[in-house]
Each structure stands twice: as C-alpha cells, then as structure tokens.
T-cell receptor, first 113, second 114 residues
Framework: KQEVTQIPAALSVPEGENLVLNCSFT??????LQWFRQDPGKGLTSLLL?????REQTSGRLNASLDKSSGRSTLYIAASQPGDSATYLC????????????FGKGTLLTVNP | EPEVTQTPSHQVTQMGQEVILRCVPI?????FYWYRQILGQKVEFLVS????????KSEIFDDQFSVERPDGSNFTLKIRSTKLEDSAMYFC????????????FGDGTRLSIL
C-alpha cells in the first residue's frame, strides 16, 4: 500500500528566503507526482506535475524534483512571499491498473513579511 | 481555462439523511474521482469512475456511498444515510485519458452532519 510522508509538517520563514519542502513515498512504481497548494478551507490548486521519467519541473519560482528510485521529491520555492503562505500537498499517482492519487498530509508554510 | 465545478459549496444535513454532492467535470475528460478530507487529516481517495462504471473504490466507500453519471456532464456522489463521521470536505476530480495526465480538482463541498 502506497504511503506518502511530508516533512516538515509546518515551516515558518521570513519573506525572501528560499525553502525546500520534502515528500517521500514507499512504492516507487508511480506514474507521476503532483504538488498542490491548498489555502485554508479551499480546494486544491495543482502547482507542478512530474512524470515518472522526469527529474524535475519548473514553474516560475517553483522547482520540483523527483528521484523515483529512492522514493523522494522536493519542492523548492525561491524568494518566498507572504502570498505563498498555504499548505503544500504532495500526491503520487499509482495503483497498477486502477490509478489514484495518494496524498501526504502536507506542509503548512507561513511566510512572514 | 476549463475547470471542475462542484455544488453546493457547503451542505448542512441532519444525521441519517441522504445527501447528493454534484460535480461537473471538464468536458473532454474520461476519468472521474471523488476524494474526501476530514478536517486536519489527509486527502483520501474514495472512488474512481470510468466508462460508466466504478474502476476502484477504497474501504471507506461502503454500501452507504454510490456514484452516478446521470447525463453527459454531471458526476454525483450520494451518501444514503449520513453519519457524523461523514463530515468532511469532498473533492471531485477529473482527468483526460492517459496515466500521464494530471487530475484537476474542484473547489470542494464542505459537508457538515449535525
């Protein structure tokens, strides 16, 4: 059974700092990995999708890497801003013939002005 | 950009009542999902749906739950007799064909059981 773990559970940084969020998964047989952002009481906004054959994806100040064999992914946020404050969720798409997303519990990021 | 829409945004229901949560997936998507998130916990998979039938369901998705695609656009989740522990945020998602395609999520329905 796929398990996804995210560390740290919470992170507080001053504005402008670069930061890294970590995600690990137990079963390396994944098709892709998605990073999402969730604001309090809101839905899930997809940030980046990395296919199993890729090593990284970039979108603006965000860079996600994937090491499928070791079951790890990182989300790098450059020059953090107060508007980046949210919960960041990692999810892997796996499951053999019936694919589904398995989520981590998320990292609650607070960027202080 | 097309998006997944869910209604209502918030549903309050008495325990034991039936509730139907509605979703309109992105129009050319073929795979549909329901997930739920109990307050403070992980987003959990409930069920996947393809070609007018359930592809997979989790252990959470017991006989009280059902899904339906009654027409070409709507995808519904019904809970027959709600329990207090069904209180959660319910998310609908859809994706295009191909395992490489991302899932697109709606904004969710917050279900509160009294």
């Amino acid at each position: 059974k796929q398990e996804v773990t995210q560390i740290p559970a919470a992170l507080s940084v001053p504005e402008g700092e670069n930061l890294v969020l970590n995600c690990s998964f137990t079963d390396s047989a994944i098709y892709n990995l998605q990073w999402f952002r969730q604001d309090p009481g809101k839905g899930l906004t997809s940030l980046l999708l990395i296919q199993s054959s890729q090593r990284e994806q970039t979108s603006g100040r965000l860079n996600a890497s994937l090491d499928k064999s070791s079951g790890r992914s990182t989300l790098y946020i450059a020059a953090s801003q107060p508007g980046d404050s949210a919960t960041y969720l990692c999810a892997v798409f796996s499951g053999g013939s019936n694919y589904k997303l398995t989520f981590g519990k998320g990292t609650l990021l607070t960027v202080n002005p | 950009e097309p998006e997944v829409t869910q209604t209502p945004s918030h549903q309050v229901t008495q325990m034991g009542q039936e509730v139907i949560l509605r979703c309109v997936p992105i129009s050319n998507h073929l795979y549909f999902y329901w997930y739920r998130q109990i307050l403070g916990q992980k987003v959990e998979f409930l069920v996947s749906f393809y070609n007018n039938e359930i592809s997979e369901k989790s252990e959470i998705f017991d006989d009280q739950f059902s899904v339906e695609r009654p027409d070409g656009s709507n995808f519904t989740l019904k809970i027959r007799s709600t329990k207090l522990e069904d209180s959660a945020m319910y998310f609908c998602a859809s994706r295009h064909q191909g395992a490489a395609q991302p899932q697109h999520f709606g904004d969710g329905t917050r279900l509160s059981i009294l």
